[in-house]
């Protein structure tokens, strides 16, 4: 294995951080019932900026200077990290949360896709046939919840879940245009993206006062699944495998309700059991060219 290819799977692995805490978020946001989404953003991004700004200092560096960064990547960042969010919430609030979740679950199908257009990147089938039946699995995870059943009433809800999807999968793809640009810059995004919430917040929502166990566990967000996850995901994605991660990305649903299921807070069935088996043979099948170099080495 070369230097490279090393380089590549450590950094492809850091991505994979990224998942295992978004993994933690449906956990961590039933203990912050109550608090509207756009406030809890807002708080959690605050939190990743704050401490981030904090660690940035202590390494003897500036928020000033790794804010001079090129307007575009401020652009794609932003807008991957606050565009995402903004309409994967429109999208919750317009059309039923099973049908949303579906649609907006295609985004590491996206990445895939979107990764073969990417100097020096091809997009072989078991690629696209492991993101499939990651799909599928994450599919039956969220098709549990409830019946599925697509309303024309809630068209721009579910337009609003695509173009969250499509949102997340450009910038995780487009972030490859910027290796250059250090990871610690998303200091500054996570800033801005916690601006654009409290804005959001105070146009649509009501300020709800969490009570202790609530912070908590808002700083708990701030510093993982809605902080550290970005900073890792950013390196991952600028130095990895974009088509292995995004094969794995699906494996989120499933680590998601395992964690629910072992904190008391759901119930498993042979769905989980089926979902398991299809997001980790996706899983391996999509790293087969990779499974098979380790094996001649």
């Known amino acids: 294995m070369t230097v490279d290819q090393q380089k590549r799977n450590r950094a492809t692995l850091i991505g994979g951080i990224a998942i295992l805490l978004w993994s933690t978020l449906a956990l961590f946001t039933t203990m912050t019932e109550g608090i509207p989404p756009f406030q ?9 900026f704050c401490v981030s700004t904090l660690l940035l200092l202590y390494r003897g560096e500036t928020i000033i200077r790794r804010g001079k960064t090129q307007l575009t990547v401020w652009i794609v960042s932003v807008g991957g990290l606050f565009g995402y969010h903004f309409f994967y919430f429109v999208a919750l609030r317009t059309a039923p949360a099973v049908e949303a979740n579906l649609i ?21 089938w078991f690629h696209t046939a492991g993101a499939l039946l990651g799909f599928s699995g994450a599919f039956l995870l969220v098709a549990m919840k409830g019946d599925i059943s697509f309303q ?15 949102i997340w999968a450009t910038y995780s793809v487009s972030n490859r245009r910027f290796e250059h640009i250090p990871t610690s810059a998303v200091s500054g995004f996570c800033g801005m993206t916690s ?15 969490p009570d202790l166990i609530q912070i908590i566990f808002i700083i708990a967000m701030g510093l993982g699944p809605l902080g550290l996850a970005f900073f890792v995901w950013d390196y991952g994605t600028k130095h990895g495998d974009l088509q292995l991660i995004g094969v794995l990305s699906y494996s ?3 680590l998601s309700t395992l964690l629910l299921i072992l904190f008391g807070k759901a119930e498993t069935n042979m769905i989980i059991m089926l979902s398991c088996i299809l997001i980790i043979g996706g899983a391996l099948l999509a790293s087969k060219d990779k499974l098979v170099r380790l094996k001649k080495a």
């Not at 679950?105 to 072989?124: A, H, T």
């Not at 024309?152 to 499509?166: D, F, P």
């Open 40 to 48: 809890l953003l807002a708080l959690t991004f605050l939190v990743a």
């Open 195 to 209: 601006l654009l919430a409290f804005v959001c917040h105070f146009l649509s929502e009501s300020w709800a006062t």
């Open 252 to 254: 989120a649903p499933l």
């Open 104 to 124: 907006n679950y295609l985004w590491p199908l996206l990445i895939v896709l979107f990764s073969s257009l990417l100097p020096g990147e091809r997009l072989r």
């Open 152 to 166: 024309s009433e809630a068209l721009g809800g579910y337009l609003a879940a695509v173009a969250s999807a499509v």
